[in-house]
Antibody
Framework: EVQLVESGGGLVQPGGSLRLSCASSGFSFSIFWMSWVRQAPGKGLEWVANINEDGSVKDYVDSVKGRFTISRDNARNSLYLQMSSLRAEDTAVYYC????????WGPGTLVTVSS | DVVMTQSPLSLPVTLGQPASISCRSSQSLVHSDGNTYLNWFQQRPGQSPRRLLYVVSNRDSGVPDRFSGSGSGTDFTLRISRVEAEDVGVYYC??????????FGQGTKLEIK
């Protein structure tokens, strides 16, 4: 059974940084693209970033380019999202999702950017 | 970026009756490889999203056959043949043909009348 578990969310001040992690199990992590998708409170879904199997290809939505960095550690079956220069509008539940077409999702971790 | 527009945004349905959600894209979703990367997701209250259909009409494992998808080019439809109580939630279409970024529709909230 595919399992994805995000962690690392919390309250951070505007301008601050946070690193999200996604631990995976139940599938061969190293052969799948992985994505981060976020959902602001009471709002819809927004794709944030994805990364290919070996980490050589990374793409981002324009609103996070230069501030967020997606990475992965295939030896640890883990996906990461380093977030810096955080803004109030980055407040959201952040989900990691398996595959290029978002086959499976984790339960999410809440990031709140507020002073 | 490709804009995805869903309608209706709110869908009250009587149990056992059919339901239909429309999704339109601002440009054709036919990829150069011939596939159309249009997916549908369901988000039940308090849960994370779950993919229902991929490449327009392919049901994911465990998805009841009362869910079906159709469409081509820029017009797509999610149909539920007979709505059950467990179908309550928000439904999103998402295009993965022209990326980055992947883009989602605004979501359609299905509720029981």
């Amino acid at each position: 059974e595919v399992q994805l578990v995000e962690s690392g969310g919390g309250l951070v001040q505007p301008g601050g940084s946070l690193r999200l992690s996604c631990a995976s199990s139940g599938f061969s992590f190293s052969i799948f693209w992985m994505s981060w998708v976020r959902q602001a409170p009471g709002k819809g879904l927004e794709w944030v970033a994805n990364i290919n199997e070996d980490g050589s290809v990374k793409d981002y939505v324009d609103s996070v380019k230069g501030r967020f960095t997606i990475s992965r550690d295939n030896a640890r079956n883990s996906l990461y999202l380093q977030m810096s220069s955080l803004r109030a509008e980055d407040t959201a539940v952040y989900y990691c999702a398996k595959g290029q077409w978002l086959d499976d999702w984790g339960p999410g971790t809440l990031v709140t950017v507020s002073s | 970026d490709v804009v995805m527009t869903q309608s209706p945004l709110s869908l009250p349905v009587t149990l056992g009756q059919p339901a239909s959600i429309s999704c339109r894209s601002s440009q054709s979703l036919v990829h150069s490889d011939g596939n159309t990367y249009l997916n549908w997701f369901q988000q039940r209250p308090g849960q994370s999203p779950r993919r229902l259909l991929y490449v327009v009409s392919n049901r994911d494992s465990g998805v009841p056959d009362r869910f079906s998808g159709s469409g081509s080019g820029t017009d797509f439809t999610l149909r539920i043949s007979r709505v059950e109580a467990e179908d309550v939630g928000v439904y999103y279409c998402m295009q993965a043909t022209h990326w980055p970024p992947y883009t989602f529709g605004q979501g359609t909230k299905l509720e029981i009348k």
